[in-house]
């Protein structure tokens, strides 16, 4: 049985995501770990916040919402979520690509079913709902 | 929740990693996702929040369903065109339950845990001799999306021809099951396969390859909420991913010698005390 060429591609785009995702998530959790690079939050004070509602959290440890971590990069403690958003980032990547197959196919209702879940991934990425 | 000077700091994602390893382990070879054990056990033992602990389980399924969706498609073993419609039935829902997880009390959000633990362990017990009943033509919808097609049998050396009913049905299914794992954190793979098995009448391999790439959408669209809302610790959901991952490579290896039926037992025996516990918790006990 052959693969469709669209699941190869997927298949493709998703591993290389994953892969840097991950490798991503991993080193900067040891950074973190190890204050190679200084923190927001130092770990020893970490028990202190990760008992609390996320409220709670947010107002005493001053912790970054949205994409407001971008701003306190190269803090180890935010370093972690470049890895958290390149896995959040891999199946929207991957609909790009199938949407480009699906257009040359003629294929409309798929071309249809990636751009919407396009939006939804790109919505709930962009932190614009609360 | 676990009074966290009970050990020094570090030593708590020490024993996060140890007890996702063996999540991992079992989550194998009884053939469910680790998210749906991670998160009422973490919960319930561990001196972690609810909210943290939920946006880790997410991220739990996610990497799962990251790194194993490539070579279920390569294996021919998951079909993209089937779960495209049902992961953006279940995305959407996975963000209207991340939304009201995050806006419950933890009160009520312990209770209902309790109560959806127990139901999935309900489910477990009363599917756990399996039994398919294949779809043979397809509804209206799915002839419209063409969602039929073949996949290789290797126990039987064959190629067998696969196709789906009740669609709409299906992606009600998967919208509102997107709804609670994204609400309690703990992915979809537990009922995603019945979904696909019982009702829309999927061969039973296909159906875990399949759930297993529609898992990485809805998740993505959760943790994306869990991000922007704060509620992600480095420390506690890193651990638990290596944990689990490297688990499930062990329990790969274990597959052949452990008989699967006795694993679900012990992943029922477990998430009855979790479910319980959660119950407990939520009753202020």
């Known amino acids: 049985m052959t693969m469709e060429r669209h699941e190869k591609a997927y298949a493709r785009w998703l591993a290389i995501g994953a892969r840097i995702g991950f490798a991503a998530l991993v080193a900067s959790f040891f950074i973190y770990m190890f204050g190679i690079i200084p923190p927001g939050i130092a770990v020893t004070d970490l028990p202190h916040y990760w008992g609390l509602p996320v409220a709670q959290y947010l107002a005493q440890a001053h912790a970054p919402t949205g994409w407001s971590w971008v701003h306190r990069l190269p803090q180890s403690d935010v370093l972690n979520f470049v890895g958290v958003a390149i896995l959040g980032a891999t199946s929207i990547a991957c609909y790009f690509r199938l949407i480009v197959d699906y257009i040359r196919e003629k294929d409309w209702l798929y071309v249809w079913i990636c751009l919407a879940q396009i939006v939804v991934l790109v919505v709930a990425a962009s932190g614009l709902l609360h | 929740m676990l009074d966290p000077s009970l050990l020094p700091w570090w030593a708590w994602p020490l024993l996060l990693f140890a007890v996702t390893f063996l999540l991992g382990i079992v989550a194998v070879i009884g053939g469910i996702g680790g998210g749906v054990l991670f998160v009422p056990i973490v919960a319930g033992f561990f001196p972690f929040h609810l909210d943290f602990v939920r946006g880790a389980g997410l991220l739990l399924a996610l990497s799962g369903a990251l790194s194993s969706g490539p070579g279920l498609l390569r294996g021919g073993l998951a079909s993209l065109r089937l779960a495209m419609p049902l992961a953006l039935a279940g995305s959407?829902?996975?963000?209207?339950?991340?939304?009201?997880?995050?806006?419950?009390?933890?009160?009520?959000?312990?209770?209902?845990?309790?109560?959806?633990?127990?139901?999935?362990?309900?489910?477990?017990?009363?599917?756990?001799?399996?039994?398919?009943?294949?779809?043979?033509?397809?509804?209206?919808?799915?002839?419209?999306?063409?969602?039929?097609?073949?996949?290789?049998?290797?126990?039987?050396?064959?190629?067998?021809?696969?196709?789906?009913?009740?669609?709409?049905?299906?992606?009600?299914?998967?919208?509102?099951?997107?709804?609670?794992?994204?609400?309690?954190?703990?992915?979809?793979?537990?009922?995603?396969v019945p979904a696909l098995t019982l009702l829309m009448g999927l061969p039973l391999k296909l159906a875990v390859g399949t759930s297993g790439l529609t898992m990485s959408i809805m998740n993505t669209s959760a943790a994306w909420v869990y991000l922007n809302e704060g509620a992600l610790l480095p420390i506690l959901h890193v651990p638990s991913i290596l944990g689990v991952m490297l688990g499930a490579r062990v329990g790969v290896r274990m597959l052949k010698k452990i008989d699967a039926q006795a694993a679900r037992y012990i992943i029922i025996a477990v998430l009855l005390v979790a479910g319980g516990r959660s119950l407990l918790q939520g009753f202020g006990i």
């Open chain 2, 92 to 192: 959407i829902g996975a963000i209207v339950g991340a939304f009201l997880g995050l806006a419950m009390p933890t009160r009520v959000l312990q209770l209902s845990l309790g109560i959806v633990v127990l139901a999935i362990a309900a489910l477990m017990w009363f599917t756990r001799h399996g039994g398919e009943t294949l779809a043979r033509t397809p509804d209206r919808w799915a002839a419209a999306l063409g969602l039929s097609g073949r996949y290789p049998e290797a126990s039987q050396g064959t190629i067998v021809a696969w196709t789906v009913h009740r669609t709409p049905a299906g992606l009600v299914a998967f919208a509102v099951i997107g709804v609670i794992g994204g609400m309690f954190g703990l992915g979809a793979g537990w009922a995603n």
